[in-house]
């Protein structure tokens, strides 16, 4: 079945510098979302991304669809002490009914 | 509006139990879906429903039944529990089966 490879698993960052988590997979996605979740917290919807080649920021994060749709990334700019937790990417199955998850890329800052 | 409630927000079971984990949306989202979540295995799907009355498998079925009813609640039901279960239950509802999810607070449960 259709899989999501998710890296890093782990990052551990000083308070300020970057981060960019990548979700690659083998087939072309139909769109991708991204959520995070905070430690002893619930998955929190942050973005979806549909068109080729996307790019969209809230705020000091940017969120990137590549140009063939098969994978994307999320980039964190100056990182502060609020942004630890778990990222995770999300994709349609094909069928249009289930999201497959990537396993995650969790977030340490350290201030 | 509540958003997803999901009850109760701890359990502990002795194998061979039954239980069911209640849960209630009232966005009047028609997509309602189970996930367990355990270390190293991300999100893991069990069990979702496109509308009352309608529900199908998951990645993970096998020891869960569901049922949709209304479509405000998407109960989860383990039959005889059993310490594989132990795990963090989320339940998730979306306006449709490609919409953004929304997330319950989840249910830690431990099966002894």
């Known amino acids: 079945g259709q899989q999501v490879m998710q890296i890093p698993q782990y990052q551990h960052v000083q308070e300020g510098e970057d981060f960019t988590t990548y979700c690659n997979s083998s087939t072309t996605l139909s769109n991708i979302q991204w959520y995070k979740q905070r430690p002893g917290g619930h998955p929190v919807f942050l973005i979806q991304l549909v068109k080729s080649g996307e790019v969209k920021k809230q705020k000091r994060l940017t969120f990137q669809f590549g140009e063939a749709k098969k994978n994307s990334s999320l980039h964190i700019t100056a990182t502060q002490t609020t942004d630890v937790g778990t990222y995770f990417c999300?994709?349609?199955?094909?069928?249009?009914?289930?999201?497959?998850w990537g396993l995650g890329t969790s977030l340490a800052v350290n201030p | 509006n509540a958003g997803v409630t999901q009850t109760p927000k701890f359990q502990v079971l002795k194998t061979g139990q039954s239980m069911t984990l209640q849960c209630a949306q009232d966005m009047n989202h028609e997509y309602m879906s189970w996930y367990r979540q355990d270390p190293g295995m991300g999100l893991r799907l069990i069990h979702y429903s496109v509308g009352a009355g309608i529900t199908d498998q998951g990645e993970v079925p096998n020891g869960y039944n569901v049922s949709r009813s209304t479509t405000e609640d998407f109960p989860l039901r383990l039959l005889s529990a059993a310490p594989s279960q132990t795990s963090v239950y989320f339940c998730a509802s979306s306006y449709s089966n490609d919409s953004p999810l929304h997330f319950g607070n989840g249910t830690r449960l431990t099966v002894t």
């Open positions: 999300a994709v349609d199955a094909g069928n249009n009914r289930k999201l497959i």
